[in-house]
């Protein structure tokens, strides 16, 4: 993976004439001589807000000017928060005027005159909303994971490519390729400090999440965008919302060839009333690699149980614990970090992002994280179906999960919406 250095980039602000930085940044940015940077904030809960303060505090001359979700209190409570931000709440220049609210928000945010979007709304708009965002000259900033089915995968690789012919970044939410602890330990990695991989070993076995059971005068439609998270179609259930960030660091580690196939089970065990939706509450997957290294994935959401976030890698010459950064075996090794210099991974990526606008050099993260989202969705396929998924197919997969009154229809909108079944191992088709 190749950033730009983030050590120049104050000097190279200081240094350059604000009409010379003009000249490099596509996109239309700095027309008319001014260095500010624009920004809109698509999707305003807990991620979006985070996302927005450390955009606002990558460079000093962002400026936070629009925002939009479908619902215009989580707007104002986005807005709220970071008002409160200390330095970053100075760079807020939103009106009312350019806080957008409902299905086409996005469209609006997009069209509003800003240079950077960041896409943080339910994962199912993400693939249409960076398509569009592209089309329209936008830099983009997406949260993971980039779509729920691969239709979406297809639409967002597109897309990232049309964003490579318009010299437009795309930086991903996948953080953790963002650590610098991280870096340092996947350089040996692939240095081949621990030899062949022959194995990874990957956890994400958590407690709950927050869950928002129904309101009086809530539609269908609102009942399941309030409570996203447990809805296939709006999060691609918890092994691709969450889990994802475990299977990136395995496709990272095998510098991003994607597995073969993948077999699984899973289920819904404790989760079970109306409240939560139709996913599962606990996946376990094993991915194969056409060189036969394997991948025994885990993950379960369920409260009073042992939890575990780790990631260890086995080779012929030795074992990695990646969350600890440290190598034993033949060839010994530990990462040390820089003192007194924070890894903020969340920090770092929108650092970069804005460093390679500036230098004119826009980052481009669109091939990664499709095939980390992809062997994401792999996972859910096989531990739903029951079955052995081939990459291969998959690919080619005419799955697409958005509702079916809404394909109908052409158009989101508040009203009934039937709720999907849950899914039956042996009986839920391969689409």
């Keep these: ?23 490099s940044i596509p996109g239309g940015v700095h027309a008319q001589g001014s260095d500010v940077i624009k920004i809109g904030l698509i999707g305003c809960g807990g991620r979006g807000t985070g996302a927005a303060n450390n955009a606002l505090r990558a460079d000093p001359h ?3 000017t629009a925002m939009g979700d479908v619902f215009g209190d989580k707007i104002q409570a986005s807005l709220n928060q970071l008002k409160g931000e200390g330095e970053a709440a100075g760079r807020i220049e939103v009106k009312p005027e350019t806080s957008f609210t409902g299905f086409d928000a996005y469209k609006k945010v997009i069209e509003s005159g800003v240079d950077v979007v960041l896409l943080t709304t339910p994962p199912h708009f993400r ?38 012919k318009k010299n437009l970044a795309v930086v991903s939410g996948l953080c953790w390729r963002y650590h610098r602890g991280k870096r340092a330990t996947m350089a040996q990695i692939h240095e081949g400090k621990v ?97 036969g290294a394997k991948c025994f994935s885990f993950c379960r959401q369920i409260d009073g149980c042992h939890n575990d976030v780790n990631d260890y890698i086995l080779g012929s010459e030795g074992r990695c614990d990646v969350m600890k950064h440290q190598i034993t075996g033949k060839n010994p090794w530990r990462h040390s970090p820089e003192k007194n210099r924070a890894d903020d991974m969340y920090q770092n990526e929108h650092d970069e992002l804005f ?34 998924i081939d990459w291969v197919n998959l690919q080619k997969s005419l799955e697409d999960l958005t509702p079916d009154a809404v394909k109908k229809s052409g158009l989101y909108a508040f009203g009934p919406l039937s709720e999907p079944a849950v899914a039956v191992p042996g009986k839920t088709p391969v689409l």
Aim: glycine residues 8%; aromatic residues 10%; hydrophobic residues 35%.
């Design 1 to 23: 993976m190749k950033n730009p250095s983030l050590t120049n980039r104050r000097t190279f602000l200081s240094g350059t004439s604000a009409l010379a930085v003009a000249a």
């Design 62 to 64: 962002v400026r936070l």
């Design 127 to 164: 693939a249409e909303q960076i398509r569009y965002a592209i089309e329209k000259g936008k830099h983009v900033f997406a949260e993971k994971p980039v779509a729920v089915d691969p239709s979406g995968v297809r639409k967002v690789l597109a897309a990232c490519e049309e964003a490579k």
């Design 195 to 291: 030899g062949e991989i022959i194995a990874m070993h990957t956890n994400y076995n958590v407690g709950g999440l927050w869950n928002r059971p129904r309101q009086p005068g809530w539609s269908d439609m609102e009942a399941q965008l309030r409570n996203w998270l447990y809805y296939c179609w709006l999060s691609g259930d918890h092994l691709v919302e969450q889990h994802i960030h475990s299977l990136d660091k395995c496709m990272w580690t095998m510098k991003d060839e994607p597995p073969v196939s993948a077999y699984g089970l899973g289920g819904r065990q404790v989760r079970t009333g109306k409240d939560y939706g139709h996913i599962f509450d606990h996946h376990a997957v094993v991915y194969e690699w056409k060189n």
């Design 355 to 388: 460093a390679s606008i500036r230098a004119g050099k826009p980052i481009n993260d669109g091939n990664w994280m499709c095939q980390s989202t992809l062997m994401a969705i792999m996972g859910r396929t096989a531990t739903y179906t029951g079955k052995r």
